[in-house]
């Protein structure tokens, strides 16, 4: 049995997206970046991975060593390598997406992280997961992070596309999913998995000889968690000051009533 995933057009309302999500927890938006926008992202990204190679360069522990992948590039911090990805952080169906999903939980959302994943020949699946495992000690009584995968080029079965359980976002935390019930997110270049953090997902194996799958990983969390990422110090300071203000506070520089304070006040009065 073949498991299908729906697809929304990236130019349908925000509506659309929302009902997928609800019922599947994972949708594709098809073309969800113009060609200029993936060409220079691609750009942008290519400088950032100059000597970069495959593997965790600090890992906190051999668990993330394996779950990550040893033939797999990562790098994060696109909000400072890339005005492209600024400009996606401030305004795009993510943000339209996670106003609706998330805001009503929170007074502002958070960036969560901001990845490039480049999966190289010969990587083998990536264990199936929930984003929301990050928070385990939470029980959440409701919707905590809303996600995307960026095709920045071509997914294939063969070279590592992501694998997706439609309808895990409502099972039981122990429910582990059978083969016949995977999907696979096979996306032509700009187009984008959008999935919630309660679905379970993971990186496809690469069982090619020569091609890189490149994909642009990011996603919103209520503004009240800690995120993956320290974008305090993936994104320079220096950097985060030229940026919007609702880029930054995407980044973590609004204070949520008595958390993430400075001088236990606002910290978007250091960009005063």
């Known amino acids: 049995m073949t498991v299908r995933l729906r697809r929304i057009e990236s130019a349908s309302d925000t509506?659309?997206?929302?009902?997928?999500?609800?019922?599947?927890?994972?949708?594709?938006?098809?073309?969800?970046?113009?060609?200029?926008?993936?060409?220079?992202?691609?750009?942008?990204?290519?400088?950032?991975?100059?000597?970069?190679?495959?593997?965790?360069?600090?890992?906190?522990?051999?668990?993330?060593?394996?779950?990550?992948?040893?033939?797999?590039?990562?790098?994060?911090?696109?909000?400072?390598?890339?005005?492209?990805?600024?400009?996606?952080?401030?305004?795009?169906?993510?943000?339209?997406?996670?106003?609706?999903?998330?805001?009503?939980?929170?007074?502002?959302?958070?960036?969560?992280?901001?990845q490039l994943i480049q999966i190289g020949p010969g990587e083998s699946n990536q264990w199936l997961h929930r984003d929301e495992n990050a928070w385990s000690h939470l029980a959440p009584a409701h919707l905590l992070q809303v996600e995307a995968m960026f095709a920045l080029t071509r997914f294939t079965r063969e070279n590592g596309c992501t694998r997706v359980v439609p309808g895990s976002h409502r099972w039981d935390s122990d429910r582990e999913a059978t083969e016949d019930e995977i999907g696979h997110a096979e996306m032509d270049a700009g187009d984008a998995l959008v999935y919630l953090g309660s679905t379970i997902h993971g990186g496809g194996a690469n069982t090619t000889s020569d091609e890189w799958r490149r994909g642009m990983f990011f996603g919103f969390v209520v503004g009240w968690l800690r995120t993956e990422e320290n974008l305090y110090l993936t994104v320079p300071f220096e950097k985060a000051r030229a940026m919007p203000e609702i880029v930054r506070e995407r980044l973590g520089y609004r204070a949520h009533d008595g958390i993430g304070v400075v001088d236990v006040g606002d910290p978007m009065a250091l960009f005063q």
Do not use: W
């Open 15 to 114: 509506t659309s997206l929302a009902e997928a999500l609800e019922a599947d927890g994972a949708a594709i938006v098809s073309q969800a970046l113009s060609p200029a926008q993936r060409a220079t992202l691609n750009e942008d990204l290519d400088r950032a991975l100059d000597g970069i190679e495959p593997g965790l360069r600090h890992p906190p522990s051999q668990f993330f060593v394996e779950f990550y992948g040893s033939k797999t590039i990562r790098i994060d911090g696109l909000p400072g390598k890339s005005e492209a990805f600024v400009d996606l952080l401030e305004d795009s169906f993510m943000t339209r997406i996670a106003d609706r999903l998330i805001l009503p939980h929170c007074q502002h959302y958070l960036l969560n992280t901001a």
